[in-house]
């Protein structure tokens, strides 16, 4: 298979759309952006693209080789797949709904000229739909709605003895049942069933009248009955498409030169001709259920059609958006000429056939539309009306998962956010001395790929989802009775993140992944719960400032990282918090915080400030000795763990010791370690605590893993005096000293008697 060809544009454009019907030119200034691939082929020269769902699945027919043979084939995930035939040598794919159901017709034996029968390809196997009972001949599968239902033509007998005409057929639940013709199944004339919708409704052509007078007419069946939707002044029409509301596009006559054929939309009776690119003709392929309407037509000085070459010289694809037609070639990247749009989905996503120099005879593509916000002042997500398509104008729909979207409003904006948006990915952002707000408004906004603020605000109470970037002039706000949920994806905080209640209305904010704030970045709380699922990297500022505020999650704030608690700020950490060399905790002497977990401080972290701490997790000086300052008062909970490593008799370089300028209250568990392989020895004495004033006790200390060797002891009872402990050589009891007293005595006497003294 060739390799695809991929190309994205943003560019100003100026460019030509023409009024249905009257054919005036509308000139259209806008910054289009679109997405482009070239789909490649299966290894031959060219590759067609028949149908589209809205997941972005792609069907149509590739040459296989340098030979003549095509074959069906599925585009997902970036590769294009060979669906191979029914035993023939061709196929063709024609549709595919949004189970992945694939409908077409292929040959069923390797004979040429055979006849075609449909198929369904489906978890991997192709499967012929079959005939028309007792019928010989071929059949073709259309179309197929979500509900699995297909529509087709296939052999019927005719009104001649030993001949065949085509009928409309359907196939559910693995039967086919022939629809009729307009006059009745019993009229002998022809028909072809070739969209079908979500309700059932089928379209397409039938013959119409009597030998003399016959017509060709586009027709809908709906509830058991075939309806013409009439002509246009020729003697044929078309159905092609019909979408979930109803509305039809299609072909018709619109002279008496059988080659002269307009596209037309059919809305509430009415068949409506939307005109050319100022040649001949056009034809319309596809509808959406938004109404826009792909094909292909004309440009002007085109000779008549010959409709038999998809590709010939003058014929571009085209879009009408209400009743505007647009040649989708303005959109085009260099070197590719679009010569015909097969489908368009939900998203505004189009795939058709196009020309390039690898591909002169054709090449399938894709097309995706990205929608800008379009006007100023406020308005909702939902609102079809406020998004602009490529430029195109307001596709009447809002952004959905195909979709780069880019809110940029010239003036002052706030957007609300829709119940349930689901985006690729998100760009909100505000000129200079405008005020660009997107407020989540409830709702949820599932940005797959990401959102990125600039010169922007995010507000609101809701969710949302796949990633945040703030950048350094945007901020995050979440106010009083609010709660934000940042979920699925990492939030990178360059910019304001204030997460600010009001009275007794607390303001929340949830992040389940790693929130960065970076060095220019700030979190302010006050009254605020702050959730970090992830974990927060503060390289920034994190300010916490009046009232009852709780912080939850791993926190590490590294070099030149702040945490200050200002304005009688009643602070909770719930989880771990580690000060990296150079960073500072601050507290205010109105300030106060608890950290329920792990806090590690390491050397040369700042702990600042005269407010109060109050640990009930544990409290450790780095994972080496260090010394830590704490202006302030600190208080150790009955749960509170105080490690202390000791690796020599140098404090803060060889053991820990905290400092405390206000009152240090004992409790919870002193733990001792030892650090570097250190051996203490007897007179060692290690000042761990210096404080204003001090109260309580330790309700246990830990020395297992600070063991002495035989004959030395720990002696503690300066630890709550001076903050020193230290270690002594173990005194002998009152037994063994009289048992060395009597043995000098013993000696002595030896001695005397020997030198001849008397004892």
Not at 303 to 319: F, I, S
Not at 437 to 465: I, P, V
Not at 589 to 606: E, K, L, P
Not at 632 to 650: C, M, R, T
Request: no cysteine.
């Amino acid at each position: 298979m060739k390799a695809p060809y991929k190309f994205q544009l943003r560019k100003a454009l100026t460019g030509t759309a023409l009024i249905a019907g009257g054919l005036s030119v509308l000139h259209v200034e806008a910054a289009p952006r679109i997405e482009f691939q070239g789909l490649g082929t299966l290894g031959g020269a060219t590759s067609s693209a028949r149908g589209l769902n809205d997941h972005g699945q792609i069907v149509g027919s590739s040459r296989i080789g340098d030979g003549p043979d095509v074959h069906a084939f599925l585009y997902s995930d970036g590769a294009m797949q060979d669906l191979g035939t029914l035993g023939g040598f061709d196929s063709v794919a024609t549709g595919i709904n949004n189970r992945g159901q694939i409908v077409g017709h292929s040959q069923f034996i390797r004979i040429a000229e055979t006849s075609s029968h449909g198929f369904i390809y489906s978890n991997g196997v192709m499967r012929d739909v079959g005939l028309l009972d007792r019928v010989k001949g071929f059949s073709a599968a259309n179309a197929i709605n979500d509900e699995g239902v297909v529509a087709g033509h296939a052999a019927q007998l005719g009104p001649i003895t030993n001949t065949t005409i085509s009928r409309a057929i359907v196939l559910s639940n693995g039967s086919m049942t022939d629809i009729g013709a307009l006059g009745g199944v019993n009229s002998g004339r022809e028909s072809s069933a070739n969209a079908i919708n979500a309700s059932g409704q089928i379209v397409g052509v039938s013959e119409n009248g009597g030998i003399e007078t016959r017509t060709r007419e586009a027709f809908i069946y709906s509830g058991g009955v075939m309806r013409s939707l009439g002509l246009l002044g020729g003697t044929f029409s078309e159905a092609t498409a019909i979408n979930d509301g109803g509305e039809i596009a299609g072909n018709v006559m619109v002279t008496r030169i059988p080659d002269v054929r307009h596209a037309f939309r059919y809305v509430n009776g009415t068949m409506r001709d939307l005109g050319t690119l100022g040649g001949p003709s056009s034809a319309a392929n596809a509808i959406n259920n938004s109404g826009q309407i792909v094909g292909h037509a004309d440009i002007t000085g085109t000779p008549l059609p010959q409709r038999l070459d998809p590709v010939k010289e003058g014929q571009h694809a085209t879009l009408w958006n209400g009743n505007v037609i647009h040649d989708l070639n303005t959109l085009a990247p260099t070197g590719w000429t679009l010569t015909d749009a097969a489908a368009i989905n939900r998203y505004a996503q189009i795939v058709g056939t196009g020309k390039n120099q690898d591909h002169p005879e054709g090449e399938a593509f894709l097309l995706t539309l990205h929608p800008d916000w379009q006007g100023n002042g406020n308005g909702n997500w939902d609102d079809g009306s406020r998004w602009n398509f490529a430029g195109l104008g307001s596709f009447s729909m809002a952004p959905g998962a195909r979709h780069d979207v880019v809110i940029n409003p010239d003036g002052n904006a706030t957007i609300n956010g829709g119940a349930n948006a689901s985006i690729r990915n998100l760009n909100i952002s505000g000129n200079a001395g405008k005020l660009v707000t997107f407020n989540l408004n409830g709702g949820s906004t599932n940005s797959m790929q990401g959102t990125t603020l600039n010169h922007a605000t995010l507000a609101g109470n809701g969710t949302l989802e796949g990633g945040l970037t703030i950048a350094a002039d945007s901020r995050v706000d979440v106010a009083g009775g609010d709660r934000m949920q940042l979920r699925s994806g990492q939030v990178n905080n360059d910019g304001l993140i204030r997460i600010l209640g009001s009275g007794g209305n607390r303001a929340a904010l949830e992040a389940d992944g790693l929130v960065i704030n970076a060095g220019g970045g700030e979190i302010n709380l006050e009254n605020a719960a702050l959730s970090l699922l992830g974990g927060l990297d503060n390289r920034g500022q994190v300010k916490v400032s009046f009232g009852a505020s709780s912080i939850s999650g791993d926190l590490t704030t590294v070099k030149d990282g702040k945490i200050i608690l200002s304005g009688s700020s009643e602070t909770t950490f719930w989880d771990s918090v580690t000060m990296q060399s150079g960073s500072e905790l601050r507290l205010a002497a109105d300030a106060s915080a608890v950290f329920f977990g792990q806090v590690i401080v390491r050397n040369s972290a700042m702990l600042t400030g005269t407010g109060t701490s109050f640990y009930e997790g544990g409290l450790s000086l780095g994972n080496s000795p260090g010394m830590a300052s704490n202006a302030g008062s600190v208080s150790f909970g009955l749960d509170n763990f105080y490690l202390a490593e000791i690796g020599g008799l140098s404090p803060g370089e060889q053991f820990d010791q905290l400092q405390v300028g206000g009152k240090l209250s004992f409790g919870g568990t002193l733990k001792l370690m030892w650090w570097d392989h250190f051996s203490a020895k007897a007179g060692d004495v290690f000042d761990l605590f210096d404080w204003g004033n001090s109260a309580g006790r330790f309700a246990s200390i830990d020395t297992g893993d600070a063991l002495l060797a035989d004959g030395l002891r720990w002696d503690f009872s300066r630890l709550y005096t001076t903050g020193e402990i230290g270690v002594a050589a173990v005194p002998l009891p009152g037994a063994a000293w009289l048992f060395i007293g009597g043995l000098l005595t013993v000696l002595g006497f030896n001695r005397n008697a020997k030198a001849g003294n008397p004892i």
